[in-house]
């Protein structure tokens, strides 16, 4: 006995452990701390980093060593030369410079992946959310179906109306019980998808909580802060360092050393004389035959290449976030006109025409007609909703806005 409790009180908490609720305004942050790309993402500013380490430094030196043997004409010679390159140029400089700038440009693709990363997981959170209260609609109307439907089979065993009729009813609320089966598989589906998007494990139990926000038109973006525009700008930088680190390149380096060491020469009768000798070595590189053309021409057309794009680019932004911002003023109209002014017809007639059938004097077929147009609108305007803050969330996105 004491076992199997055991056993109950491990299995609970170990539920509870693995049970995620949240709202849509902490899918950011969990997005942020929990996603597994992202995390693997971030080693690359680790790797830009450890790059920078060795941008801008001067080679290695060299030390070199010769001997010669003693003969006719020349004594035996051992020679050690030190020597050392140097640009110059302001080349190394420049190297850190676009080590600099890769470093940056390494965090802003990490966070261009994090916002569509974040996009994607809100919008999912939003079809949950979307499909959430349509499971709710379809069991209230199964119910009131239901509630119908027995209603009308009493009405039928006593002869009032007619037994199809009361079939009828009992058809549409095993309908609206399918559909209820059928949302709860795509809510399956789509926890599937949020739950690798937020570092949930497979078997782990995820549920939004709350509902959708008040619906609020956002105010036009003055400016734009989309990480891929940064990106697209940092690497128009790092194309106009290169470029002049191409034309520095033309000039290899100078080579700057000393060398010496000893001679010694064996004559006869004065046997063996030994003598020393230090001097300086510079290598001077000509630019006769390769001026770095190719590089240079290169990184000039890489300059004017990346800044078309980022021209493309933000054009691009703006019209997308003026269209998806006209959509979203459309679609609060559309949600305000049916919560306003249809929604509450339909809502009176449904009720006007169930009183009416209630008491013999109405038709089925207006009731379910009524009831029908009753749900059809409280249907629309869930999916109105659902739509309008999934604009907001593209919105939001394409502008770069910052989210907790």
């Known amino acids: 006995m004491k076992s199997s409790s055991l056993v ?106 994090e916002r569509q990363t974040i996009a994607e997981a809100r ?8 499909y959430r209260n349509q499971h709710r609609l379809r069991e209230q109307q199964s119910r009131t179906a239901r509630e119908l439907a027995t209603f009308s089979k009493n009405r039928a065993e006593a002869g009032e109306m007619s037994a199809l009729d009361a079939s009828q009813l009992e058809l549409d609320a095993g309908r609206l019980d399918l559909e209820v089966r059928m949302i709860d598989s795509q809510i399956e589906t789509q926890k599937g998808k949020l739950r690798s998007l937020l570092g949930i494990a497979p078997e782990g139990n995820l549920e939004m909580s709350g509902d959708f926000p008040a619906i609020r038109i956002p105010p036009a973006a003055s400016h734009l802060e989309r990480p891929d ?18 034309q ?43 001026r770095n053309q190719g590089q240079i021409a290169e990184t000039a057309a890489t300059m004017e290449r990346v800044k078309l794009e980022t021209e493309a680019l933000t054009r691009e932004i703006k019209t997308e976030a003026a269209s998806i911002r006209a959509t979203m003023q459309k679609q609060a109209a559309l949600v305000a006109e049916l919560r306003e002014k249809l929604l509450p017809l339909a809502s ?19 009731v379910l007609r009524a009831r029908d147009q009753h749900f059809q609108i409280q249907s629309a305007l869930l999916d109105a909703e659902r739509d309008f803050h999934l604009s907001q969330i593209r919105y939001e996105s394409v502008i770069g806005a910052q989210l907790p």
């Not at 525009?229 to 191409?246: D, G, P, V, W, Y």
């Open 348 to 366: 009176s007639r449904a009720e006007a025409f169930q009183q009416a059938f209630e008491s013999g004097q109405a038709e089925l077929a207006g």
């Open 248 to 290: 520095k390149r033309r000039w290899d380096d100078i080579g700057v050393g000393i060398t010496g060491g000893p001679e010694s020469q064996s004559a006869a009768g004065s046997g063996r004389q030994t003598t020393g000798f230090i001097g300086l070595r510079l290598s001077l590189p000509l630019p006769f035959w390769n």
């Open 8 to 113: 109950l009180i491990v299995s609970l908490c170990a539920s509870l452990a693995s049970a995620h609720t949240l709202s849509l305004n902490q899918i950011a942050e969990r997005v942020r701390e929990h996603n597994p790309q992202l995390k693997a993402a971030r080693v690359t500013i680790a790797e830009a980093r450890a790059r920078q380490l060795s941008a801008g430094k001067l080679s290695n030196p060299s030390l070199v060593t010769d001997w010669r043997t003693q003969s006719k004409l020349n004594p035996a010679e051992a020679t050690i030369a030190f020597e050392q390159s140097f640009p110059l140029t302001n080349r190394l400089r420049l190297e850190k410079q676009v080590a600099t700038h890769e470093v940056a440009a390494a965090q802003l693709e990490v966070d261009e992946a």
């Open 123 to 130: 919008e999912l959170a939003v079809m949950l959310i979307g």
């Open 229 to 246: 525009l940064k990106l697209s700008e940092k690497r128009a930088e790092i194309a106009e360092t290169q470029h002049l680190l191409a």
